[in-house]
């Protein structure tokens, strides 16, 4: 576990492990670095590096929650692999992730060696950001994480076949034991920031995704999203015909990455990069 500073004086939070092809773990909007937890052992022979955003994890809180946008943190990814000396990196961005890399196509197309999106593309449905609404900056109002287990069991939609034990460890991930209950592992401030994003008006992020170089793509779809849609899909792999496609079954959103069809699509798209 490492550190490194920005430019505006944060220290955030990364791992690197490994070796071989650079591939740069970008995690949803209210995750960690932990969210790849799952696909880890399935992506040997590759050097993984991943990042806690501002605000989120292990990494320092913003000063102001204006600094939560898309925009400083593809800053803050771009002073990472500065930090690291990489001039190229291929990305697996999950749900934020992904924008952060459609993000880092605009800006710096020539650092991307590929990149894989985690149910997230350059459309994002009401219906998601409803539920995003819900929750985010909020509490749980369960005490431990044995009943936020038994919670996310029944409140992910979506979601099918999924061990109690899996539940256990999002539990876990995702919020910190105190003397009071659970508390989440970011800056609740975060909810500031995404509301008034929304309403100020999503970009067009299509000039984004048409950024991308030409390298290898992919996207993975959970089956019963309600932020990714099979039309934003397809309208991706028309645009970009050599993208991989893959639809996870039982899946909401975000798939866990270790389902056999995600593990499938990443090593192809790895093995496009190598």
Request: hydrophobic share 40%; charged share 25%; proline share 6%.
């Amino acid at each position: 576990m490492s550190r490194f500073t920005t430019s505006d004086g944060l220290s955030l939070h990364y791992e690197d492990s490994g070796d071989g092809l650079p591939v740069l773990c970008l995690a949803g909007l209210t995750r960690t670095s932990r969210d790849f937890d799952y696909v880890a052992p399935h992506l040997a022979g590759v050097r993984l590096i991943r990042m806690d955003y501002r605000g989120r994890g292990q990494s320092d809180w913003g000063k102001e929650w204006a600094e939560y946008a898309l925009p400083i943190e593809v800053r803050d990814v771009m002073e990472l692999l500065e930090h690291l000396g990489l001039p190229k990196v291929a990305v697996l961005g999950t749900s934020r992730g992904g924008l952060n890399a459609m993000g880092m196509a605009a800006a710096a197309p020539d650092v991307l060696l590929g990149v894989a999106f985690n149910d997230v593309g350059p459309v994002i449905e009401d219906k998601g950001l409803d539920v995003i609404a819900e929750y985010i900056g909020r509490h749980p109002h369960a005490a431990t994480h044995e009943q936020m287990a038994a919670a996310l069991a029944h409140v992910m939609q979506g979601f099918d076949n999924v061990p109690a034990d899996r539940w256990l460890q999002e539990a876990r991930t995702q919020y910190r034991q105190t003397d009071t209950g659970l508390e989440i592992t970011y800056d609740p401030r975060l909810r500031d920031a995404t509301l008034a994003a929304r309403e100020a008006g999503l970009p067009d992020l299509w000039p984004f995704f048409d950024a991308l170089p030409d390298v290898p793509l992919a996207v993975i779809r959970g089956a019963n999203s309600e932020l990714l849609s099979e039309e934003t899909v397809a309208q991706m792999k028309a645009r970009r015909p050599n993208i991989l496609t893959t639809t996870v079954p039982g899946r909401g959103h975000v798939p866990f990455l270790d389902e056999p069809e995600s593990v499938s699509t990443l090593t192809t798209w790895i093995e496009a990069m190598t």
